[in-house]
């Protein structure tokens, strides 16, 4: 059973830092592509980075660099580092990767920045 499992999070000041780590378990770790997304309260959930099975990442424009995205293949895990935090950027985080078609999700994290 493919599971992930994310922490960090949590409060912190505007242009402060955090970062996430996402733990995989359960299906083969090296090349798997990996998605950070977010959900704004209100808003729909929307893409943050993706790192591809090829290792290129994408940033959507409203946090290029900002946060970075990066994997430890050791420890199955990848990592979303967060910094510049504003208030714009409170939401649930969520971590999701693709095995064989299927689509599955982290818990999710919330993430409050105070101005």
């Known amino acids: 059973q493919v599971q992930l499992v994310e922490s960090g999070g949590g409060l912190v000041q505007t242009g402060g830092s955090l970062r996430f780590s996402c733990a995989i378990s359960?299906?083969?770790?090296?090349?798997?592509?990996m998605g950070w997304y977010r959900q704004i309260p209100g808003k729909q959930r929307e893409l943050v980075a993706i790192i591809s099975s090829e290792g290129s990442i994408n940033y959507e424009y409203f946090v290029k660099g900002r946060f970075i995205v990066s994997r430890d293949n050791a420890k199955n895990r990848f990592y979303l580092q967060m910094n510049r935090l504003n208030p714009e950027d409170t939401a649930i985080y969520y971590c999701r990767t693709w095995v064989s078609g299927d689509s599955y999700w982290g818990q999710g994290t919330q993430v409050t920045v105070s101005a």
């Open positions: 359960g299906t083969g770790f090296n090349n798997r592509p």
